[in-house]
């Protein structure tokens, strides 16, 4: 999971990138960078940490141009703490080519077997980001036809780009000297959205990112999302084109922005994340109301921020008193995007804080968006109980997280999943808790999809049904062994 953004501006792009960095904070915290254009010269400035603290005065000043991108890091392949696999990344030729992504490409073996044996080029990385765009400059060098570049040879370069890359990927590059490039893997797996203003003198600026809250800040109008397998080419000029380059698309969203990744401000293929949560809330108190008395529960308690919604629906739903039990101290990043598992234990107890008065002599019914490998579940039970709860029930607005996630989540790994080859009772006693109840996947997929044009959705970390149709036990085997060597 990573956050992106690239625009074409009538003014300089460089503050306007990095306060919608800003805002995409919360997507990724390892690394972050920031390229701009200025005619056929590119800048770029990239370095580890979340944005405030990675740019200087003298990093802005160095970023000229209108037209750019950047990228706020979650590591899911690679190293986090290696500086050179932030993005974007670079190639010279053809134009030369600066390019973000968001994402996880699942056919990494065979493209890396390609590019040296057939491509002969160098990847200077283990990010499957270098790979894309290496990928990306070898088609579009081989539709160059002369020395100029027209859409039509972009388009078909990114439809080559579509028959050699699998898993999911929401990319923005920019092009030197023609404009800025922008597409999303056939099965819109990671979210991408098109947005345009008009200056005063009339002229269109436009710019894309992962989520809507960024064009609203902007004051930007929201045009659409990018559709599965559609690649949108922006001009230096602003002028804009965009083609279907995919053979067979699906719209099949990650249901996991939903439940935790995504702002709650954000709408995603015409999806609200704010009402989703709050469904989510609503198919859980009647699963909570069909597993115990609710009589047993004095207080409903929200893990802040992102289950708050769900919560309150629960409570509402069953007439059970809401309560804040846990203060959340929000100088500390988002514990399930830390970087490496004792990284994340560390920091559940500095990032929340459970007060006495609204645990003692109570029963508690605890909620959280969802639980993976539940390291943060079990601190917080512990909490619970050593601010004198009387019984602690945890629930989850999101189903047993019992598969990897390949597409661009950190979940690689079976043995850290609390709820993979166990019972819901043993998850229950793993954690401490009293009970447990988990929401159904058929409830999450239709708190999600209500009212939508979304009729699919990616459940793979819940089902173990891959929606490629690419990924195999051999892979899953694979990813594994590299990420525990």
Not at 55 to 68: E, H, I, V
Not at 165 to 182: F, K, N, P, T
Request: proline content about 4%; aromatic content about 8%; glycine content about 8%.
């Amino acid at each position: 999971m990573c956050g992106i953004v690239g625009l074409v501006s009538q003014q300089a792009a460089n503050q306007q990138i990095y306060d919608s960095l800003l805002l995409l904070q919360h997507r990724g915290q390892d690394s972050t960078g920031i390229a701009t254009a200025d005619g056929p010269t590119l800048h770029m400035v990239k370095a580890k940490g979340q944005v405030r603290e990675a740019f200087r005065t003298r990093d802005m000043r160095s970023l000229l141009g209108n037209m750019g991108l950047g990228h706020v890091r979650y590591a899911t392949k690679g190293a986090a703490e290696r500086e050179e696999e932030a993005q974007p990344f670079y190639v010279n030729a053809p134009y030369g080519i600066i390019l973000v992504h968001n994402g996880n490409l699942t056919n990494t073996r065979e493209l890396s077997d390609d590019l040296f044996r057939i491509d002969r080029r160098h990847v200077n990385s283990a990010s499957d980001t270098e790979m894309l765009l290496n990928v990306l400059a070898t088609e579009l060098q081989g539709q160059i036809k002369g020395l100029e570049l027209d859409p039509d040879q972009i388009f078909q370069a990114v439809s080559q780009v579509h028959e050699r890359v699998e898993g999911s990927y929401a990319v923005i590059s920019v092009i030197a000297g023609y404009g800025l490039l922008a597409f999303r893997d056939p099965f819109g797996i990671r979210p991408l959205i098109l947005g345009r203003r008009v200056t005063d003198a009339g002229k269109e600026e436009w710019i894309v990112a992962s989520e809507s809250l960024v064009l609203e800040n902007g004051d930007y109008e929201i045009v659409r999302d990018v559709a599965p397998g559609e690649a949108v080419f922006i001009t230096i000029d602003g002028e804009l084109y965009s083609r279907q380059c995919a053979r067979n698309p699906r719209l099949i969203p990650c249901s996991f922005e939903y439940v935790y990744l995504a702002r709650p401000d954000s709408i995603m293929n015409g999806i609200s994340v704010y009402e989703a949560r709050l469904r989510m809330g609503d198919r859980l108190a009647d699963t909570v109301e069909t597993h115990m008395d609710k009589g047993d529960i004095d207080v409903v308690m929200p893990i802040p921020d992102s289950s708050r919604p769900a919560a309150m629906q629960v409570a509402q739903k069953l007439g059970i008193e809401y309560r804040e039990g846990f203060y959340k101290n929000r100088y500390i990043g988002r514990t399930f995007i830390m970087p490496g598992q004792a990284q994340r234990k560390k920091s559940v107890r500095q990032k929340l804080n459970a007060m006495g008065t609204e645990f003692k002599g109570k029963n508690v019914l605890i909620v959280d968006d969802s639980i993976v490998r539940g390291t943060t579940s079990k601190e917080i039970v512990e909490m619970a109980r050593a601010a004198g709860a009387n019984k602690v029930t945890f629930t989850s607005a999101a189903p047993p997280v019992r598969f990897p996630h390949v597409y661009g989540i950190n979940m690689p790994s079976r043995t850290e999943l609390i709820a993979h080859g166990r019972k819901i009772p043993e998850i229950s006693a793993e954690l401490g808790a009293d009970s447990m109840i988990y929401q159904e996947v058929a409830d999450l997929s239709s708190a999600i999809m209500q009212g939508s044009g979304v009729t699919e959705l990616d459940l793979s970390c819940f089902t173990g049904e891959y929606v490629t149709g690419t990924v195999t036990p051999e892979y899953l085997d694979w990813v594994e062994r590299t990420q525990l060597s």
